[in-house]
């Protein structure tokens, strides 16, 4: 596995290359790249330590040998970046999901921080996209004594996401371990009550700004597709967790899979379309932004930089 870009690749990029400091313009953080007239900047909320049994089909010396050639732990745990993006364009801001917040305990709430780092103050948020109401992409819209972090925003998503995460038979069909994420949902639809914009399909968000209904890992998963002129960025949310494991074998679930079946189609469906258009992909849990190339039934990633000063060691 390599970050370093085929030559093709950058050819291929045309002009959505990496942002380079020029003399005497604005500064552009490294980790920032445009995407047409947009700016996307990942924000790195922190690590999260994954566990072999958090993908128990990889718990297993196949896993081991994918972990040991990527330099990481066979036993696990290997580090996996949590991001959420911020997205601009002129002086519009818009969040990309929020990060675990305070809920997941210490290691993560770096989100607002980074933001500021990128001159934008919470306030300046009109809007926040959610990809899904998991705790480390919405706990983050929370404070620590649970109210709204972003104090005039109006949070967008799917409204079979919030028809999921409300509905008390879906809390008590599902594991127990799940009942936190449903706390947690919960209260940031308390939270953001009067204030929450329900959407279906492919909903348009901004100009040439969509949601891509990605269902699976949760019934109202959407990936964020960014179409401006030839240029086009797709950042699919959770699709993978483990670029290491899961590239190589998309059938391989995590454990927080709300229909195990339906995320595995979605995953192959998403990974073969974006080998096919040579889409740009980001993810929540991607370190950088990259490629997907087929592989038989597998896939590669072929990274194009590393986002966030932090990233996993690979
Ligand atoms: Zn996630």
Redesign the pocket.
Known sequence: MSFLPSRRSVLAAGACLPFLRIAGAKAIPSSAYRVGAYTVTPLRDGLFPLQPSMIPAADNEAGRVLLTRAGLPPGGPSPEP?NAFLIRRDERFWLLDAGCGTVLGPGFDRVTTALRAEGVSPDQIGTVWLT?L?A??AGGLLTQDGRARFSDAEVVLQEREVAYWSDAGARARAPAAMTPFFDTAQAVLAAYAGRTRRVTGQAQLAPGISFLPLPG?TPGHAGLLIEDGSERLLIW??II?SRVLQMPHPDWTVI?DADPAEAVATRRHILDRAAVEGLDVAG??LSSRGRIIRDGSSYRWEGREVTGADSPPR
Request: proline share 0%.
């Open positions: 949590v899904h998991h480390d992409h890992h949310g959770d967790h927080w929540m849990h």
